[in-house]
Every structure is written in structure tokens, then in C-alpha cells.
């Protein structure tokens, strides 16, 4: 029964294990968290210059600094920083994530870009599977909570804009590429080098998880769900063998939440939203509350669903090739 579940060290962790065998997970723990912080920094050399001019063409800032109104001058940061604009640069600056961490596993791991899932054949495919798997998925829990009575879509929003949204859809393409990236083609495979799967799939999941623990509205079962989602993705980025389907489901799990459905993603909100939702603030349990769906219990029924589909289909397909391999012994 153990080996019927185990899953299968893939051809990418096998590949990275060519230069390197891996370091104790204590160890690649903590230089995950190194990384993260040297990720943050690049973020911010990043987002300077857009800062800058976002201040630059704010007028209520302009005017409360020429007046000398400290006062004035920090509630235009705030408006600023809670802006729709703020927000696609702040996830247009995830393009820091990607490249320190490329650098990072090319110069210091010796690991080129096929390791982190970079496949180039049938790219573009495997992308396009992970956008109608994500937005499929997350679906299914927005019709749970509708139809349980948790939340109630009102129609169309009138703050929705098509180039706001175009700039959002890009934002989140980069967004939940370079988290993938991150976590998945860097941080998974570098522990699966020298640990098992599951444990690699376990300790990235609770590391996943840890980086959203400052987020607006985090609770302990929208933590649970966060490490769910990471075991999930892990193992669909293990069973395609690409970073592109991992990236595509990301990018659309967010943009769907946020900018069709119009619900808070990890505690984050934003006007340009094509639907109109409502959550029922008695029954937090099942929509998130003030965290977003993946703060509630119809996330946990989708992502359970969908971990063990998963985890059953690799079991299968690897008792039907064991057969076959039998039947041509």
C-alpha cells in the first residue's frame, strides 16, 4: 500500500541531482528564506521608479507637500498604496522574483532551466491546460459557496474597466509564474533532490504557506488551505513535469478571484472586478471572510477533490505501466 501512493522522484529533480545531491532540509529551508529576502529586495529596486511616479502625478500629494502637510502627505501614500495601479505594480515587480531566482539556480546551484520546469515542448499547451484547470477549479468552489447561500453574485460591476483588466491579467500572469518559480521549479525540486517527494511536497507546502502569514485576514483555516493549495500544485507540477501548468492555474486562481468574481484575494481587494459579489458574513466559514474564498471550506472541498484525484490517477497510471511492463517482460 506505501508504494501504490509513492510518487516518483520526476526527470527534473533526477536532472538537478546531476550536479548536485542536495543539502539537508533544514539547511535548503533556510536558504529558501535567504533567497526570499534577496527576491524582496529586487522587488523594490523594481517598484522605485513606479513609486516615484505615481507620486509624481498625484496631485493631493503635490499639494499637501508644497503646504508642508505631513498629515496630508501620508494619507496620499495611502491612497496611493491601496490604488489599482499600485497593485499592478506591485505584481508587475514579481518579475524580480523570476530572475534572482534564475540567477540563483543557474550561478549557484549549477541547475539550468529545464530543472525548474522550463519545458519548451508544448509550452504553450501545458499553459492554456493550467489557465482552464485553474479557473475550472476555482469555479467550483465560487458555485459551492452560491449555492449554499455564502455568497451571492449581484451581476456586473460598474467599476469594471477592460484596460485596468488587461494590465491585471498581465500583473497576474507574472505573478503566478515567478511564485511557482519560487516555490515549485526552485524551492520543490531542490528539496526532492535529496529528501522523498512527499517530504519535499510537505516542508514547500508549509513554506508556501508561511510566506502569506502576514496577509490581511489570515486565520488558521485559511493557512491549512494555503498549504493544501501547495501540496496540490506540487503535485500537478510533478505529474505534468513543467512549470508552465503550475503557472497558468496560479496566475488565473488569482485573477479569477479578484478580477472576475470579484473576491479578496488573500485579504487583498480591488475595484476593476467584472462581477459583483457578495459574501454573507454568517457564514465566513465556508466563503473566507475577510481573507477570500481561500480563507473558507468550500476551497478545502475543492483542493481536497483535487489532491486526491490527482494522487489516485499517478497511483493508477503507474500500475497500468507496471502491467505493461510485466506483459512485455
Request: hydrophobic share 55%; aromatic share 10%; glycine share 10%.
Amino acid at each position: 500500500m506505501k508504494e501504490k501512493w509513492n510518487i516518483e522522484k520526476p526527470e527534473i529533480v533526477m536532472r538537478a541531482q546531476e550536479n548536485h545531491k542536495g543539502m539537508n532540509w533544514i539547511l535548503e529551508i533556510i536558504v529558501f528564506f535567504a533567497v526570499f529576502i534577496v527576491v524582496g529586495i529586487g522587488q523594490l529596486l523594481i517598484m522605485m521608479p513606479g513609486e516615484m511616479l505615481l507620486i509624481s502625478q498625484n496631485a493631493y500629494y503635490q499639494a499637501a507637500e508644497a503646504a508642508g502637510d505631513l498629515e496630508g502627505m501620508a494619507e496620499a501614500l495611502v491612497q496611493i498604496g491601496s490604488s489599482d495601479l499600485y497593485m499592478v505594480l506591485t505584481l508587475f515587480s514579481n518579475i524580480g522574483m523570476i530572475l534572482v531566482v534564475l540567477l540563483f539556480c543557474k550561478l549557484i546551484q549549477k541547475r539550468n532551466p529545464v530543472t525548474l520546469g522550463f519545458r519548451k515542448k508544448g509550452a504553450f499547451k501545458e499553459y492554456l491546460i493550467g489557465l482552464a484547470t485553474g479557473f475550472l477549479v476555482f469555479s467550483a468552489a465560487v458555485l459551492i459557496c452560491v449555492v449554499t447561500g455564502a455568497m451571492k453574485i449581484e451581476g456586473i460591476s460598474e467599476t469594471f474597466g477592460i484596460g485596468m483588466f488587461v494590465l491585471f491579467m498581465l500583473g497576474f500572469m507574472i505573478q503566478g509564474m515567478a511564485e511557482e518559480v519560487l516555490c515549485r521549479g526552485y524551492f520543490l525540486v531542490s528539496l526532492g533532490r535529496r529528501n522523498s517527494m512527499w517530504a519535499a511536497i510537505m516542508l514547500n507546502a508549509l513554506a508556501f504557506a508561511a510566506l502569506h502569514l502576514l496577509n490581511d485576514g489570515i486565520s488558521v483555516l485559511a493557512f491549512a488551505n494555503l498549504v493544501l493549495y501547495g501540496v496540490f500544485i506540487s503535485i500537478y507540477f510533478i505529474k505534468r513535469g513543467n512549470i508552465w501548468v503550475a503557472g497558468g492555474f496560479h496566475s488565473v486562481w488569482n485573477l479569477a478571484q479578484g478580477n472576475i468574481y470579484g473576491i479578496l484575494v488573500s485579504g487583498m481587494g480591488t475595484d476593476c472586478t467584472l462581477l459583483k459579489s457578495m459574501s454573507m458574513e454568517n457564514m465566513k466559514i465556508i466563503n473566507g471572510g475577510a481573507f477570500g474564498l481561500e480563507g473558507g471550506l468550500a476551497v478545502t472541498i475543492v483542493l481536497l477533490a483535487g489532491t486526491i484525484f490527482l494522487v489516485f490517477s499517478e497511483a493508477s497510471s503507474r500500475q497500468i505501466k507496471e502491467v505493461h511492463r510485466k506483459h512485455h517482460a
